[in-house]
């Protein structure tokens, strides 16, 4: 992956970050008018299930995922869904929606008593299972990523999907060190509620 500055990681005022690979979504929407964008999802993905660098994580992102590719894939088959990022597993970040606009992330879910947190957040997906460890880039990235998103966004905390949907998911897993990424993004402890 080419070197970037922490400068590139910082959004534009449209919302895309000049640091992130660009691969229009067309799963998002408005956000609710005077609804400040204040938290950061964390997710993990991989596509199949399982199988890493395989394309298909941008292709269900985009509607033209191959659905003879696996048979997994009938199951997600009329699924429209799309975080704001994806983190790939040699740190490369992509980039689905712009951070002003609500990406279709997280589906039913709640933070501190707010409903519906697509309204609100921004959402990561980190390539990975809830079954194997992350990778160092992956932090370096996200941790970069967060970091940038906080000066331009009034970002308050950070979640698990799992945090927000308990029950319904699980990740980004229990492999995923959220105080790594604490402390390479430098973030004060109560920005990681769900944590001790």
């Not at 879910?109 to 194997?132: K, P, Y």
Request: charged fraction near 20%; charge should be negative; proline fraction near 9%.
């Amino acid at each position: 992956m080419a070197e970037v500055s922490g400068a590139d990681f910082m959004p534009s005022v449209d919302g895309w970050v000049p640091a992130a690979r660009h691969v229009p979504s067309p799963n998002f929407d408005a956000r609710p008018a005077d609804l400040p964008t204040d938290l950061v999802v964390i997710h993990n993905i991989s596509l199949p299930p399982g199988q890493f660098g395989t394309g298909d994580i941008e292709a269900f992102f985009q509607n033209r995922l191959d659905v003879t590719r696996d048979p997994f894939f009938e199951q997600i088959r009329d699924v429209q869904v799309s975080a704001h990022f994806l983190i790939a597993r040699d740190g490369e970040l992509v980039q689905f929606v712009a951070c002003t606009q609500r990406a279709w992330h997280a589906g039913q879910s709640a933070f501190c008593g707010r409903q519906r947190c697509n309204d609100f957040s921004i959402g990561i997906e980190i390539e990975g299972t809830d079954e194997v460890p992350f990778t160092a880039a992956q932090y370096e990235t996200a941790a970069a990523l967060v970091r940038a998103l906080q000066l331009a966004y009034p970002i308050t905390a950070l979640a698990g999907h799992s945090d927000i949907a308990p029950g319904r998911k699980t990740d980004p897993g229990p492999h995923f060190d959220w105080n790594r990424l604490a402390k390479l993004a430098d973030l004060p402890a109560g920005m990681l509620p769900y944590q001790p």
